[in-house]
């Protein structure tokens, strides 16, 4: 092998190519993360009584904060994880993170009130920062022209972990009897998920010139704000996970009032939420693979149409079957939003920016990742749950407008 070839072309004589083994170890961790994260949510209002909350009010006021704390704290966090992930490695920062989560949530199965499960939620989003390092580290390793499919099998592991976890983590409860062992055993397969990182992710990483002055956190926001085309893409990123999470509250609310009270509700709310996800699954590479080729914008504003389009018929109770299918049809297009978006941001972004750049994104996910259950919820109990659907397809909209007006195009191969 030539040394003085240019990386790139050393990594293509690879056999097999780094950037192959980074992406699909990468791909793993996801998945891994992703089961774990997805085991405990729904466990936890049913853990709240072992912790002391018992009356319902308390136990929705609680389980609401508790979801929310960790987004909370990792909207300042993650930048300055993706700074230090900038000055000394991703990989690195992909490590700290997942052992962090791995020790953080394996103590939730031993906490003995809800402050103390508090205080692990948010220590838990203190290390957050696993997300943006795993995108950069493979957004910095793959050959731009991949770039979109490479984020896209990315963002299908976390889908397909996402709808694992529930089932694996209600079938550990209902079949030992204990609320605490789904928190042991999701902190070991985090644990599984840090060993993954740090046996099999290769990472080529060149330390910052010490002679140059190292970028601080308020110049990193600098750089982000004063390019023009990172910021119609944050905020593209930002509205699309305000819009997606402001319906999570009321799917299963929505399909009790269309179907009224019946023993199996449960069952067919849990339908209606993993119709979107299985969507995603199927239709998530497949986007990304083409906007490769078709574009990033292009594909972008294919996305956010498809998804306002089959938002906004939500809004009328045509049935609880068209409903289901209506959340299939968002599933196709609106999962690829964040890898397209995340893309973008790869080749809008320097190399040696990635890790700032791809923290702040980070934050404006966070942000729409809290705001937005929080204004479905106050949407629902106000004017109705039907009104949170249309708010939601006008979001969707009004996202739609903003990439056709502010998005640059890029990353079209020919």
């Known amino acids: ?45 049913l853990y709240l009584p072992e912790l002391g909350v018992v009356s319902p009010a308390a136990i929705n006021m609680w389980a609401g904060v508790l979801a929310s704390a960790t987004s909370c704290v990792a909207i300042f966090t993650s930048p300055l994880w993706g700074g230090l992930a900038d000055r000394y490695g991703r990989k690195l920062m992909v490590l700290r993170s997942t052992l962090g989560i791995a020790i953080f949530t394996f103590l939730m ?31 910095s390793s793959v050959p731009e022209r991949q770039m979109g499919y490479s984020l896209g099998w990315m963002s299908t592991g976390q889908l397909v972990g996402s709808l694992v976890g529930p089932l694996v983590g209600g079938a550990l409860a209902d079949l030992t009897g204990s609320y605490r062992l789904p928190f042991y055993f999701a902190g070991v397969i985090c644990f599984g998920g840090f060993l993954v990182t740090l046996f099999c992710v290769p990472e080529r990483f060149t330390p910052p010139d010490v002679s140059k002055a190292k970028p601080s956190l308020i110049s990193g926001f600098r750089m982000v704000v004063s390019s023009g085309g990172l910021m119609a893409v944050i905020m593209v990123m930002m509205m699309g996970q305000f819009a997606t999470q402001a319906v999570l509250p009321v799917v299963t609310l929505y399909v009790r009032e269309m179907l009224g009270d019946r023993p199996d509700i449960a069952t067919l709310g849990g339908l209606a939420f993993s119709a979107t996800g299985l969507a995603g699954v199927l239709a998530v590479p497949f986007l990304g693979r083409r906007s490769d080729r078709i574009g990033y914008r292009r594909t972008l504003l294919i996305c956010l149409f498809g998804a306002a389009l089959f938002t906004l018929p939500m809004a009328l109770p045509l049935g609880y079957w068209a409903f289901v299918l209506e959340r299939f049809g968002l599933g196709l297009f609106v999962g690829a939003v964040l890898p397209v978006s995340n893309a973008m941001v790869g080749r809008l972004t320097d190399p040696a920016q990635r890790g700032m750049a791809y923290g702040v994104i980070s934050s404006a996910y966070f942000i729409g990742n809290t705001a937005g259950p929080v204004t479905g919820g106050a949407i629902a109990a106000t004017v109705g749950i039907n009104w949170v659907f249309a708010v939601t397809g006008a979001l969707l909209v009004a996202n739609f407008v903003w990439v056709w007006a502010k998005v640059p195009e890029v990353g079209r191969d020919g």
């Open 109 to 139: 199965g031993i906490v003995q009130g809800p402050w103390q499960m508090l205080g692990l939620r948010a220590g838990m989003g203190a290390l957050a920062g696993f997300s943006s390092a795993s995108v950069v580290m493979v957004a």
């Open 1 to 45: 092998m030539n040394d003085s070839a240019p990386p790139a072309a050393r990594d293509a004589l690879d056999d097999p190519p780094r950037w192959r083994v980074t992406l699909w170890s990468m791909v793993a961790v996801q998945f891994i993360m992703s089961v774990a994260f997805s085991i405990v949510g729904p466990i936890m209002p």
